[in-house]
């Protein structure tokens, strides 16, 4: 036999547990290159590794990176569908469904999220992303009451849960129940004094209830710490405009074209202000200039309208959490 196998060259055939085992080594080094690529944000092909690595085996953690990786170029609903067949491999683990409420977040598929936060509350009712998710999904689905309930019940779990008092403020605002919206506004400000975003927030609810003075503090206070924060810039110039506090805005705009040569909405408002003060060719030549720094930015939204009519409607639509 030895003979015979040595002219014709036979190999002996590997054994299962052989097989088994050179199946279980493709697998490791399949997911380890997937895991390194991942790390080096060579993305598609950590996609591939995984996908190779689970057609070889089952396996949590490798649908984990998958999900993750579908995750960083926002494919999520092939990370969803990786979630899913997650919850098969371990229909207790909370975290897959919490992590499948964040990814029906970026898809806005509000029934989604509230199923994934339903089973997650069978396993753990304490924990507060549960509920915010919840009141999330509320939100989505038009039951504004049910989401205020869900968000003030993961405040209740964690008193300094930003996202929760950022949203409920949101839905109070849709509301029209400013003076709620602002305690949490305040409560945020409470936090983090200088947060552009909270500021933003007050200073737009300072305006809805007629504290003009108050407002225009608060949005000097962001321009003060980020003189590049464009659309405040804007904001107040546009609160100033309606004030007739033409020489204030003025100055503020001024400022803004001095930091930022191309800022074509600061010219408009230079415009507009000019225009409102009779100077005719100076509103002009000021439009001219936005006009064409709007065009090279391909965006011809411009035109010549009644000022204060436009600035007088812009505020009374505000919306203080957009």
Avoid at 121 to 136: C, R
Avoid at 160 to 173: F, H, M, P, S, V
Avoid at 225 to 250: C, H, M, R, T
Wanted: charged share 30%; aromatic share 12%; proline share 3%.
């Amino acid at each position: 036999m030895g003979f015979f196998s040595s002219l014709f060259g036979s190999k002996k055939q590997p054994t299962p547990e052989e097989l088994k085992k050179q199946k279980e080594k493709k697998f490791d080094i399949l997911k380890f290159d997937g895991v390194k690529a991942q790390r080096m944000g060579q993305i598609p092909y950590s996609i591939k590794c995984f996908t190779e690595a689970l057609a070889l085996k089952e396996d949590f953690s490798t649908r984990l990176y998958l999900a993750n990786s579908y995750n960083a170029i926002q494919d999520y609903p092939l990370a969803y569908e990786q979630l899913e067949k997650m919850a098969e491999l371990e229909p207790n683990n909370i975290d897959t469904y919490l992590m499948m409420a964040r990814v029906a977040d970026h898809l806005q598929n509000w029934q989604s999220m509230n199923d994934a936060c339903q089973r997650a509350y069978l396993i753990d009712e304490n924990k507060p992303e549960i509920y915010y998710y919840f009141g999330k999904a509320c939100y989505g689905l038009e039951d504004e009451v049910s989401a205020i309930a869900m968000l003030t019940k993961a405040i209740s779990l964690d008193k300094e849960y930003k996202d929760a008092y950022l949203l409920r403020g949101e839905i109070y605002c849709n509301m029209e129940q400013f003076k709620d919206a602002e305690e949490d506004i305040d409560k945020l400000l409470s936090f983090d004094a200088n947060d552009e975003t909270y500021l933003t927030k007050k200073a737009r609810l300072r305006t809805i209830a007629g504290d003009n003075e108050s407002a225009i503090k608060y949005y000097k206070a962001i321009i003060d710490q980020n003189p590049f924060n464009e659309p405040v810039i804007i904001e107040l110039a546009q609160l100033l405009i309606g004030l007739k506090k033409y020489d204030a805005a003025s100055k503020l705009v001024d400022e803004a074209i001095e930091n930022k040569p191309d800022f074509a909405e600061a010219y408009k408002e230079r415009s507009n202000i000019k225009k409102l003060q009779g100077n005719k060719a100076g509103a002009e030549e000021d439009f001219k200039i936005a006009e064409k720094l709007l065009k090279d930015n391909n965006n011809n939204n411009i035109s010549f309208t009644n000022i204060e009519d436009e600035v007088n409607a812009r505020y009374k639509a505000i919306n203080p959490f957009s």
